[in-house]
């Protein structure tokens, strides 16, 4: 067994230190695509290292490898430091060597970025499942774009039963943005019981509940809110101090408990006043096993 298979065991059966000792090994041994290839992985994936990682990445893509594989991980690399124009480039040679889930997911997020919407939303839906989070994603594109009509009507159609359902609240979120307040309303109910209450999601449902005139019921969302806030900054305040939960962890956690109250506390009328709370939506990446010679997803190693 070479050192590169060893590596991969040992990552497997969850040794990390060990895994990461016989990447470098195999790197000394021979300074190929694949050692440092895997090896950029693991510092990217494992060990969070993004510089040491992007050090490793850039040198390989300028041995111009031959596999999709490394351009994946440097465009994702790049992508994590929003070097836009860096990562479509090394995305769209990944696309041609082999297209991916990922690199079309990669790319389609900077696309977004550097201001392509209506490119972006086309990526998206390349790769989007029924209901899921990619196909919200496309969605939020159209809306960007203007085409909420196509944007309400694939809404519209997500089921919940769908494996990947994106959730109620996430629903009612884009409801919301395209002014549709029954059935935003309509979501963010069905989302109260399995959601924990923020001041995020809580204001938007308010404010869904004021543009229908439903001020009652608006009253009775934060009521709730606040008295779970109380519960909670009394539960903070009777918890035990120890080493990994300190006092002044516990007066932090205080603290940001009661800002939060306070914005139930004061989101009623400054929504009456004519304050709108902003959509908060951030696109998220994906990843994926890229190692040369990994048995179960079945990689074989990079022939040179």
Known sequence: MNTNQKAIDALENYEYEAALALFQRAVKESRTVQSLHNLAWMYNYEEEDIEKALELAEEVVRMNPTSHFPYNLLGEIYLKQKKWQPALAVLQKSISIQPSNEAYHHAAIVMYHLGYIEEASALFLKVAGDSDYLMYTHIKCLIECGRKEEAYLKLKAFSKEADEFVGEVDMADFFVEMDCFKEAINWFEKGCSSYSKGPYWISRFVYALFKVGNIDRAHEVLTEAIHQQNKEIKNELEEECEENWTEKDK?????????????????????????IPSLEFEMAMTGGCYLFGCKRHNHPEYKE
Do not use: C, P, V
Not at 252 to 271: G, P, Q, V, W
């Open 251 to 275: 007066e932090a956690s205080i603290e940001n408990l009661m800002e939060e109250r306070k914005e139930y506390e004061t989101i009623m009328d400054r929504i009456s006043s004519g304050y």
